[in-house]
């Protein structure tokens, strides 16, 4: 099974700065197979990235993904205030596993 | 827009069978490269994939709780649902039902249940 890392653990920003978030494969991951979430408390995740670094339905352009092999990035250019929530990364390879997310929180 | 509402019991006895069922809206459950898939996630913790549906009934889960689980579909009533047997503290969590894109290059879940929250405790 393939275990996916994610750092930091918790992310300490201001509104307007740029977030960046790592999520790293215990063995090589295809590009395709991987994306991200975000969640807010007491909702569902919701889709953001898939295929690495394609936005998915509605998501603003600040959201950005890339990444290969074992190391993937979520990047957000700059932190709107509903930007503030879990980020989730998420791989199927020969199973489906999550990350243990990356909290972005208000500096 | 594609809608999915879980339900169930919200409370199930250790040893028991847990057991809930997501109703689809708005959209066919019989959808081209599109399965049926249940992610739990205990309280305060991560998300956990528990297993996936086809219309076809091809199903697939979670290695680490296969011997428990039972995912199944029914078409006409555009639903699936979740059975996990012998169940323990451990499988306290909020229960999500969602599409999931699983075709060749692609897997993600796109559209999620709001949740349901599922504790065991006698």
């Known amino acids: 099974e393939i275990v996916l890392t994610q750092s930091p653990g918790t992310l300490s920003l201001s509104p307007g700065e740029r977030a960046t978030l790592s999520c790293r494969a215990s063995?090589?991951?295809?590009?395709?197979?991987l994306a991200w979430y975000q969640q807010k408390p007491g909702q569902a995740p919701r889709l953001l990235i898939y295929?690495?670094?394609s936005r998915a339905t509605g998501i603003p352009d600040r959201f950005s993904g890339s990444g290969s092999g074992i190391d993937f990035t979520l990047t957000i250019s700059r932190l709107e205030p509903e930007d503030f929530a879990v980020y989730y990364c998420?791989?199927?390879?020969?199973?489906?596993?999550f990350g243990g997310g990356t909290k972005v929180e208000i500096k | 827009q594609l809608q999915l509402q879980e339900s169930g019991p919200g409370l199930v006895k250790p040893s028991e069978t847990l057991s809930l069922t997501c109703t689809v809206s708005g959209g066919s459950i019989i959808s081209s490269g599109y399965y049926w898939g249940w992610i739990r996630q205990p309280p305060g913790k991560g998300l956990e994939w528990i297993g996936s549906?086809?219309?076809?009934?091809?199903?697939y889960y979670n290695r680490s709780l296969t011997s428990r689980v039972t995912i199944s579909i029914d078409t006409s009533k555009n639903q699936f649902s979740l059975k996990l047997s012998s169940v323990t503290a451990a499988d306290t969590a909020v229960y999500y039902c969602?599409?999931?894109?699983?075709?060749?290059?692609?897997?993600?879940?796109?559209?999620w249940g709001q949740g349901t929250l599922v504790t065991v405790s006698s």
């Open positions: 063995q090589s991951v295809s590009s395709s197979y």
């Open positions: 998420q791989q199927y390879g020969s199973s489906l596993t």
């Open positions: 969602a599409r999931h894109l699983y075709s060749y290059g692609s897997s993600y879940f796109d559209y």
């Open positions: 295929g690495a670094s």
């Open positions: 549906i086809y219309y076809t009934e091809s199903t």
